[in-house]
């Protein structure tokens, strides 16, 4: 399994733009990077997922280096209401390789 | 979809007691996950099933542990006999097939309190 490093908790001001980075020195060839968020008192919520170069939805942007050894999540304009968990995992796409969650990013956004 | 259902949302119990958390995947899951998140431990997957079969169960914390899947849309989770440290949020989880475990759809969990 990738072992997976990202930073305990941040802060930012709304309206700012929050890059959240993971490390993951030994991904596997067929490892994806996905993200998740957790709000307090609900479930891990799936944002987004990505190989590489760059992914962008509704909610968020994944930026992924040719190496692939790192990748970053990109909130634009966060509000009060991005305040939550964040949580990088490293795995395969399909099959029945187990997801592993890790400590997350607990981002706080300040008024 | 009403997305994963998990029952009851908060269940207190004493300890001894034996405690039987409930679970409805989305329709169509070919994945059914349980996991367990304290403050402490953070994110824990306890036992996994594709298509009705556990896969695997190695995060189970002991015997008093169980869970069954019956059919494709009931899964439990059985504590006998509860103690204080399994206090904590069981979240049940379920995803697509051809997705296996990247995107998977959580519930709202269910925080138990043993005492």
Redesign the interface.
Known sequence: LAKITQPISMDSYEGQEVNITCSHNNIATND?I?WYQQFP??????II?GYKTKVTNEVASLFIPADRKSSTLSLPRVSLSDTAVY?C?V??????????????TRLSVIA | DAG?IQSPRHEVTEMGQEVTLRCKPISGHDYLFW?RQTMMR????LI?F?NNVP??DSGMPEDRFSAKMPNASFSTLKIQPSEPRDSAVY?C?SSP?????????????TRLTVV
């Open positions: 994806y996905t008192s609900q479930g891990p919520r799936f997922q949580y995992l795995g395969p796409s399909a099959g029945n390789t187990p997801l592993v969650f890790g400590k997350g | 994963v996991y953070g994110l824990e997957l996994y594709n896969i695997d979240f989880a097939s051809h997705r296996g475990q990247s995107k998977a759809f959580f519930g709202q969990g």
